[in-house]
């Protein structure tokens, strides 16, 4: 296994195209890369013979309970394509707790942190364990509906011809175009990272990693703490 060589980046981006962004049996967004001819027999990396598994189905695939046939049914056939969209939950900590970084702002103690004509884009709903509940909706240049998080749980909707979509436990990142990033959302202790570049009601909102920009208004190395809004 030392010796062989890494998957190209090109190659395992049209695998998860293909796949949907999910794993092909389950549509779990956290996928590793099968070989469905395995490495030892054909000594090459081939976008045919790579099919997208999450973990559990990988290893199911690699011992055989997962056999071939029904693999090769599911990579032309991904559950994904059929319930059109990608899903997977985030696990936040305790609402007291979270700081969410938007580019030069950090916002704690706020559940409303962004609206726009009092409509609630970013916002936390609290648990009765007073655990945050984080809520989105993320718009394309166009005002098309991207993605949404409902309560925690995040959804991509596979209708707008998204280019990649990849997550690990706790960061999803949604490209619309190649180098172009949508959204970059990470979760690392009690911190949310948040970059985005989309269209609110007609409001430019980009998010980098310096500053927060509105139609050109530019947030940079502030602090909000409590309040009922955080940006409106």
């Known amino acids: 296994m030392s010796n062989r060589p890494p998957i190209p980046e090109a190659m395992k981006r049209k695998v998860r195209q293909e796949a949907y962004f999910g794993c092909v049996k389950c549509g779990c967004p956290i996928i590793e890369y099968h070989h469905i001819e395995p490495w030892s027999k054909v000594k090459k990396h081939e976008a045919k013979n790579l099919v997208a598994l999450c973990p559990n189905c990988h290893r199911e ?15 032309k056939n ?6 059109g969209l990608v899903q997977n939950q985030i696990m936040l900590r305790k609402f007291d707790d979270i700081v969410v970084k938007l580019g030069g702002a950090e916002i704690s103690k706020t559940q409303n942190i962004l609206t726009v004509f009092g409509a609630r884009i970013l916002y936390f709903n609290i648990d009765k364990n007073g655990r945050a509940l984080l809520n989105a909706v993320f718009f394309d240049q166009n005002m098309q509906l991207i993605a949404v998080i409902q309560d925690n749980e995040w959804k991509a909707f596979l209708d ?12 999803l ?5 190649a180098r172009k990033i949508f959204l970059n959302l990470k979760v690392k202790g009690n911190t949310i990272n948040i970059r985005m570049k989309c269209n609110v009601f007609g409001n430019k909102v980009e998010v980098t990693e310096e500053k927060l920009q509105i139609n050109g208004c530019s947030m940079v190395n502030c602090r909000l703490i409590g309040g009922g809004i955080g940006i409106g």
């Open 78 to 83: 991904p559950i994904n394509k059929k319930t």
């Open 160 to 171: 707008k011809d998204l280019w990649d979509i990849r997550y690990s436990p706790g960061h």
């Open 173 to 177: 990142v949604i490209n619309l175009e």
């Open 61 to 75: 695939a690699t011992v055989g309970a997962y056999y071939e046939e029904r693999v090769i049914e599911d990579k």
